[in-house]
């Protein structure tokens, strides 16, 4: 969708690294969503960021969501094998719970 | 934990064939939606229904239709399949409660 611009596309990293997704809109965003696909399967839900200046964080992995509430962030620290993938976010722009998604960041951790 | 299931995982078909993608969720959820999705292009909203027996188009409704006559199912019927729906097909159900969108494991759909 052109409503969310997602970078990069893709990422190699090694094991240990630390790495940031960003996901931007020109739209105020009323929920944004953090997923992750590995290849071939469906999405599996990380995170959702609600207000301006949140942020949350499971295990490795921290989600942010801008003031303006037009930008989110993805940040994995001390990356592991198991955090390859395809990562995308989604965000419903308040159009009757219809949700875009961001082309996505194919993620490689290498051992 | 919402169960979205999607009928068949891989789907070999011929041009000009009707077919139909059939996705069942089992935590009466109000809406669902069907994605497309392609390398370089993410996901893309195909259809979306927020009740029994009503649908809305989302982006690219060309060459699709939908059908819920049962609030738990949601289908997705190519009416005369062509190659350029060779494509993952996802479906999703929302929960409203805790504003979360659930997708089902994918169908991998070639159209020869």
């Known amino acids: 969708s052109q409503e969310l611009e997602q970078s990069p596309q893709s990422l190699i990293v090694q094991e240990g690294k630390n790495l940031t997704i960003n996901c931007t809109s020109s739209?105020?965003?009323?929920?944004l969503y953090w997923y992750k696909q590995k290849y071939g399967e469906g999405l599996i839900f990380l995170m959702m960021l609600q207000k301006g200046g949140e942020e949350k964080s499971h295990e490795k992995i921290t989600a942010k969501l801008d003031e303006k509430k037009q930008q989110s962030s993805l940040h994995i620290t001390a990356s592991q094998p198991s955090h390859a993938g395809i990562y995308l976010c989604?965000?419903?722009?308040?159009?009757?719970?219809?949700?875009?998604f961001g082309t996505g960041t194919s993620l490689t951790v290498i051992p | 934990d919402v169960k979205v299931t999607q009928s068949s995982r891989y789907l070999v078909k011929r041009t000009g064939e009707k077919v139909f993608l059939e996705c069942v969720q089992d935590m009466d959820h109000e809406n669902m939606f069907w994605y497309r999705q392609d390398p370089g292009l993410g996901l893309r909203l195909i259809y979306f229904?927020?009740?029994?027996?009503?649908?809305e188009k989302g982006d690219i409704p060309e060459g699709y239709s939908v059908s819920r006559e049962k609030k738990e199912r949601f289908s997705l019927i190519l009416e005369s399949a062509s190659t350029n729906q060779t494509s993952m097909y996802l479906c999703a159900t929302y929960e409203d409660r805790n504003e979360k969108l659930f997708f089902g494991s994918g169908t991998q759909l070639s159209v020869l």
């Open positions: 739209k105020t965003l009323y929920g």
């Open positions: 989604g965000a419903d722009m308040n159009t009757g719970n219809q949700f875009y």
């Open positions: 229904s927020y009740d029994v027996k009503m649908k």
